[in-house]
């Protein structure tokens, strides 16, 4: 089955960086679209990156310039290197993946089939 694991979160100082893994493993990896969302306590899962099968990447408005979205085919992982970290970017990261993700509908949720457990990002100012 198919199963997304994340690691690389941990506590930060404001301004630091992270970087984010998403090993995935029971799937043809390179078909997937790869996308990262977040959910701090009392708010709804937010849209952060994606990268699609053919490369392309988008990001949502909050994290463009900062954080940065690749993956590596070959290793079957999704990575999110975030810069510039801000208390505001606390939260839990979640992986998704699905092979059939509708352009216009990128960054929602319900669109995602397979979802990792999560990973802790805290920012400290």
């Known amino acids: 089955q198919v199963q997304l694991v994340e690691s690389g979160g941990g506590l930060v100082q404001a301004g630091g960086s992270l970087r984010l893994s998403c090993a995935a493993s029971g799937l043809t990896f390179s078909r997937y679209t790869m996308a990262w969302f977040r959910q701090a306590p009392g708010r709804e899962r937010e849209f952060v990156a994606v990268?699609?099968?053919?490369?392309?990447?988008y990001y949502g408005d909050s994290v463009k310039g900062r954080f940065t979205i690749s993956r590596d085919n070959a290793q079957s992982t999704a990575y999110l290197q975030m810069n510039s970290l801000k208390p505001d970017d606390t939260a839990v990261y979640y992986c998704?993946?699905?092979?059939?993700?509708?352009?216009?509908?990128?960054?929602?949720?319900?669109?995602?089939?397979?979802w990792g457990q999560g990973t802790q990002v805290t920012v400290s100012s």
């Open positions: 990268i699609r099968y053919n490369g392309h990447t």
């Open positions: 998704a993946a699905d092979q059939r993700v509708i352009l216009s509908s990128i960054g929602s949720a319900n669109q995602y089939d397979y």
